[in-house]
């Protein structure tokens, strides 16, 4: 995500080292670039020029204080102004005062329209909130089945009427059932197109002048950059837009369209979708999208992943086991899949502080989690239980029962010693639990030897 601008950006602002001051001349070389770099990155270029103005007012009119340099100042600067570009604080979700909420959801076919419904009620639900799906795409039958599907895998009742053409009644009608069955949030997936056109625009007026949605949320491909702007401009100048959801953001996107949302369409992106599972949807934070821009990570989004997958009463059990020292490969088996509920390995590790430049050329294979685990079941309950008594015959018959190497065996058991160690000074308070942390997950498999490479 915004590795493209984030190269650019750091490359401009690496003109400020060494600099004793900011002057005019130093600051319209590096803003040159950075301008440069943001439309490159596909952001509208009115939103760039202003940007780069606004920049340039606030540095020249800064005195650079105490041990503070100028390359640090300006980076402060650049921080700043991407965090007011892009909302300065997270737009939250309305709920109506008197239920259900109702959330009409509208977008191009193609956009992930349909697959945020599904996150979103996910979401909702975790949340305790009541969700109900409303099918109101009368005219792609997929998109119907595909709501059902993802009603089912996430236990959250879809509404339909098979053979109705009409998806104004169908709402309705969705509207009476959930206040029957006291479903308090309402998401309606409306109809889409390949491009805007009169009678998908008339639809999803209608839709909106019934039911007077509390959210009325555009989904765009941010992969597609100033058309997805554009667009989301088209559809609020006809239905008052309250928000923007950004889809495919962990794809090959440029992040033109997240920089450029709020000033043309002056309304804010309230969600990103980082995947195609049904958790990969993320809440919309501007000051860390902005620290990720920038290559500072995202330390609050990796741990609210953490703690999303972290059940309080056995983790307190485990802490308890680290201190007696009974931390068994069982339990670092339980580790290593919450780790994998979380999300991919390098996403996960791409919000540490810095580590984007260092895994730009390192493939992280995240099938060493199965090699791992097959490393594991291969062996018997008490060498799980007591590493310590693996030795060499044991280790060959460990790699022959899974299909693996010797030299695997050695470097799990390793690994898992490494993390032992790492865990035990978190619970004795030696190091920053924060920390300690952060280094036990790049000590995980996937992360050297022959589970990462360089490519």
Known sequence: ???????????????????ATITDDNIEDALKDIRRALLDADVNLNVAKKFTED???KALGT????????????VKIVYDELVELMGSKRSELISSSTPPTVILVAGLQGSGKTTFCGKLARNLRKKGRQPLLVACDIYRPAA?????????ENKIPVFTEEGNTDALDIAQKAVAYAKKFSRDTIIVDTAGRLTIDEKMMAEVEGLAKELVPTETLFVCDAMIG???VNTAKAFHERLELTGVVLTKLDGDTRGGAALSVLSVVGKPIKFVGTGEKSDALEPFHPERIASRILGMGDILTLVEKAESQIDKEE???LEEKI???????????DQLNMIKKMGSLKDLLGLLPGMDKGLKNIEVDDTAFTKV???IHSMTKSERSNPKIINGSRRIRIAKGCGRKVQDVNRLLKQFDEMNKMMKMMTQGKKSRLMSGMNALTKMPGMGGRFGRRK
Do not use: C, H, W, Y
Not at 67 to 74: A, V
């Open 144 to 152: 119907i089945d595909q709501l059902k599907q993802l009603g089912s």
């Open 373 to 375: 685990e097959s490393i």
């Open 55 to 57: 920049v340039k007012e």
């Open 315 to 317: 983790a307190q059990k």
């Open 1 to 19: 995500m915004f590795e493209s601008l984030q190269e650019k950006l750091e490359l401009s602002l690496k003109k400020f080292r060494g600099q």
């Open 226 to 228: 100033q058309d997805a």
């Open 323 to 333: 201190r007696k020292n009974q931390f068994t490969l069982d339990d670092f088996l």
């Open 63 to 74: 005195e650079v204080k105490g041990k503070l340099r100028p390359d640090q100042l300006i």
